[in-house]
């Protein structure tokens, strides 16, 4: 069979869901990506840690073209580090992370998951430098009430094993 009797197959445009709308800890800056978002991870890098203050940051990605910043524009400050090509963006009011570009990536942009109240479509499967986690890094191990502090959970620390004395000699 000739390929000219094929028949053309259009692509279909993407069918979005209701877009996910997030903000800053002020409310000051108010952002929206259109549903799902293109992918979601964990993030152990040293510049992630330090720029979000905490183990580790979870991102999703997004479409340049599917993000829209819906209030607050001027409230917004941004950190470039010439060295790596990457920019931070930033609330000036609250200090609250916003977004992550990178100059590799131009179409991309990248946002804490945290500052999404639904769900982005994504769930986030990926780990990008892993071998950076840190050991302090909850990893899942199984937690238990502090008695006498509602809602606060802890880690018992590993039991040492008690010495058999009688099987000694």
């Known amino acids: 069979m000739p390929f000219d009797d094929a028949p053309v197959k259009k692509s279909k445009p993407v069918a979005t869901g209701k877009?996910?709308?997030?903000?800053?800890?002020?409310?000051?800056?108010?952002l929206?990506?259109?549903?799902?978002?293109r992918w979601a991870w964990h993030d152990h890098s040293a510049a992630s840690r330090r720029a979000h203050g905490a183990a580790y940051a979870t991102?999703?990605?997004s479409w340049r073209k599917r993000f829209r910043i819906t209030k607050g524009?001027?409230?917004i400050t941004r950190f470039e580090d010439k060295a790596t090509k990457t920019a931070r963006s930033f609330c000036k009011r609250c200090g609250t992370p916003l977004f992550y570009e990178r100059a590799r990536s131009p179409h991309m942009v990248?946002?804490?998951?945290?500052?999404?109240?639904?769900r982005t479509g994504r769930q986030p499967l990926y780990h990008i430098a892993i071998e950076e986690l840190q050991e302090w890094?909850?990893?899942?191990?199984?937690?238990v009430p502090?008695?006498?502090?509602?809602?606060?959970?802890?880690?018992r620390s590993k039991k040492k094993k008690r010495l058999d004395r009688e099987g000694m000699f």
């Open 73 to 75: 524009k001027t409230e």
């Open 19 to 30: 877009p996910a709308a997030g903000q800053c800890l002020c409310g000051k800056v108010c």
């Open 146 to 155: 502090l008695k006498g502090f509602p809602g606060v959970v802890w880690q």
């Open 137 to 143: 890094a909850y990893t899942g191990a199984p937690l």
């Open 59 to 61: 991102h999703v990605g």
């Open 32 to 37: 929206e990506i259109d549903t799902p978002a």
């Open 110 to 118: 990248n946002i804490p998951r945290a500052l999404f109240t639904g």
